[in-house]
């Protein structure tokens, strides 16, 4: 599709935005990756990109595309899926991607009871582990936790002190609005993205319209969770105005400012290179 045509599907408007979850290193991109990168993006206000690699093995991919563009910044952790497969080795390639100035953060890392594909005490011992290298290496966290909310915050609030002091993301919150408080009180703002739009919301709904602005992060998880009104399709960064619009419709404020807002939440809590801020002004 060419780049009018992705403009004429989303709609442009002047607004920056920062997606601060994106996977475009993922096969479903491999067709158009590189005029979604080189032009469709950029001229859809989408200034800056935090692209995730979650599997150690395949990180190459993500790190090209990080390093082949001056907007893309990235983080490199084992996402739970995957833990059976982390070792000490990996810790230490791991320990060693993380030399990379433009990737900003550990992750995604944490801890999925819903497809439980790693044993739950493997997913438990290398989400610390995982922590351990940020705490070590102050670094922020990205965090993916789905139905294990409990022993989430029992391991973050050992780690209180050095979430604290670096911080990070819970990327696709699903939990409470108690859960979301605690988050922050830990110093973890809250991604959101297309799931505010789907119709069994109510729950992040309550947490979008209670938490403060100063809080959130606006993240499309591409190619997944595609907002209303474009289920079904693949997801991408030029999707964000729908999520930025229902977040501005339960906040009741201007659009203009949660995108703003949201933007430079993104900058603070990933520590985004002062040079690439000033850049994306």
Known sequence: MSSAG??????????????????????????????????????????????????????????????????????????????????????????????????????????????????????????GEQLFLAEELSLPVILHIREAMGDCMDILRAHKASLL????????FSGSYESAKECIELGLAIGIGGSLTFKNARKLIEVAEKVPLSSVVLETDCPYMTPVPHRGERNDPTFLPFVAAKLAEIKVLPVEEIVETTFANGCRVLRVPSTAAALAE
């Open 165 to 172: 002091k670096n911080g990070g993301i819970m990327h696709c």
């Open 6 to 127: 992705y403009m004429s599907l989303r709609g442009w408007n002047d607004m920056r935005y920062f997606d601060t979850h994106a996977h475009l290193a993922d096969a479903r991109f491999d067709d158009d990756r590189d005029e979604l990168i080189s032009s469709v993006l950029p001229a859809s206000g989408v200034e800056l990109i935090c692209e995730v690699a979650c599997d150690l093995a395949t990180a190459d991919k993500s790190l090209k595309i990080i390093r082949e563009n001056d907007y893309i910044f990235g983080a490199a952790g084992m996402h739970p899926h995957y833990a059976d497969r982390m070792d000490n080795a990996g810790m230490e390639l791991l320990r060693g991607l993380m030399a990379n100035e433009k990737l900003l953060a550990i992750g995604e890392i944490g801890l999925d009871y819903h497809y439980d594909f790693s044993p739950r005490e493997v997913q438990r011992r290398w989400f």
